[in-house]
């Protein structure tokens, strides 16, 4: 069970739903409530197929590529602390001119749920604990998005979008200190290899 919340919690961090509502809110509207349901239940399964698939070729990927755990966790420590600390300093996420026919995939499936924080740190993970830990939590953080999108009205009128908005800031502010950790232990290693090769 605590490898399980060792897992959960980096990936709620880089999933971060609550931070994510202004933007959904902003995509979806004008939408009817079907339609809404339509687009988060496509946008949820999307997301989980692409996350796992990532899970279980990814690893074999790495291998492939000669690459280390070691030089994953500095390549990925830094991709993280790029993107929390463009989070960080933006006053909103990004939005983009969205096909509607094509938004339950682009932009909300991927890359908002399933992004690169998503997959770098659930590579990460799997070599630290195991591919079915690693996996439910990131099936269960899928879905935890879906149902905050799906009560995105109620939990904005608590929140408010400036409580939102100050919510996403803290979990990028962890993610960079995720990220920073990650590269340590990956420099160690490296270090460590070195000397006793």
């Known amino acids: 069970m605590r490898d399980f919340w060792l897992c959960f919690v980096p990936l709620f961090i880089a999933v971060d739903p609550v931070g994510l509502l202004p933007m959904f809110m902003g995509l ?8 809404v349901r ?22 074999a990927v790495l291998k492939f590529l000669g690459i280390t755990v070691a030089d994953f966790l500095v390549a990925g420590g830094i991709l993280l602390f790029v993107i929390s600390l463009n989070d960080l300093v933006t006053t909103e996420k990004i939005q983009c001119r969205i096909d509607p026919d094509s938004l339950a995939a682009v932009p ?21 604990y195991s591919h079915p830990v690693t ?3 990131l099936v269960i953080n899928i879905f935890l998005a879906g149902a905050v999108f799906r009560f995105a ?15 996403s800031k803290v979990a990028s502010l962890l993610l ?10 990956g420099v160690v290693s490296i270090i460590g290899h070195g000397i006793g090769g």
Do not use: C, W
């Not at 946008?43 to 197929?49: C, K, M, W, Y």
């Not at 960079?176 to 232990?185: E, L, T």
């Open 28 to 35: 979806t509207g004008g939408m009817d409530q079907k339609q």
């Open 153 to 167: 009205g109620v939990i904005l009128r608590v929140f408010g979008k400036s409580g939102a908005t100050t919510v």
């Open 176 to 185: 960079a200190a995720i990220a920073v950790m990650m590269v340590r232990k």
């Open 108 to 128: 909300l499936a991927v890359p908002l749920i399933s992004g690169p924080a998503v997959l770098t740190t659930s590579i990460l993970l799997i070599n630290e």
């Open 38 to 59: 339509r687009v988060i239940y496509h946008s949820v399964v999307i997301a989980t197929l692409v996350a796992l698939a990532f899970v279980l070729v990814g690893t």
């Open 135 to 137: 996996a439910a939590a």
